[in-house]
Nanobody, 121 residues
Framework: QVQLVESGGGLVQPGGSLRLSCAASGTIFSINDMAWYRQAPGKQREWVVGITRGGSTNYAASVKGRFTASRDNAKNTVYVQMNSLKPEDTAVYYC???????????????WGQGTQVTVSS
């Protein structure tokens, strides 16, 4: 019903930058909260940043001041600009969307397949 596709991951040196994108497609009535999560090897998935439909953002302490999230509601797309990357930012980054399909009374949770970010010299 709703598909999320992330892009923009890759290998970057410490101190470098990457911009991730996540585009939602399918039969969508509305997309409300969107977020980015990440999962490093051997660790649990952790929340990184959330952004409301109106553009309000909240960041995990570990990325605050370095990551900036934004969204384009017309394109059903969310972005995260990641600056001053550190080796500990290495993880698979997942996009999340709380979305409603036509005829539904509730939002459902949707996830992308993930994109790898590796920070290494």
């Amino acid at each position: 019903q709703v598909q999320l596709v992330e892009s923009g991951g890759g290998l970057v040196q410490p101190g470098g930058s990457l911009r991730l994108s996540c585009a939602a497609s399918g039969t969508i009535f509305s997309i409300n909260d969107m977020a980015w999560y990440r999962q490093a090897p051997g660790k649990q998935r952790e929340w990184v940043v959330g952004i409301t439909r109106g553009g309000s953002t909240n960041y995990a302490a570990s990325v605050k001041g370095r990551f900036t999230a934004s969204r384009d509601n017309a394109k059903n797309t969310v972005y995260v600009q990641m600056n001053s990357l550190k080796p500990e930012d290495t993880a698979v980054y997942y996009c999340y969307a709380g979305a409603r399909v036509p005829g539904s009374r509730y939002d459902n949770a949707y996830w992308g397949q993930g994109t790898q970010v590796t920070v290494s010299s």
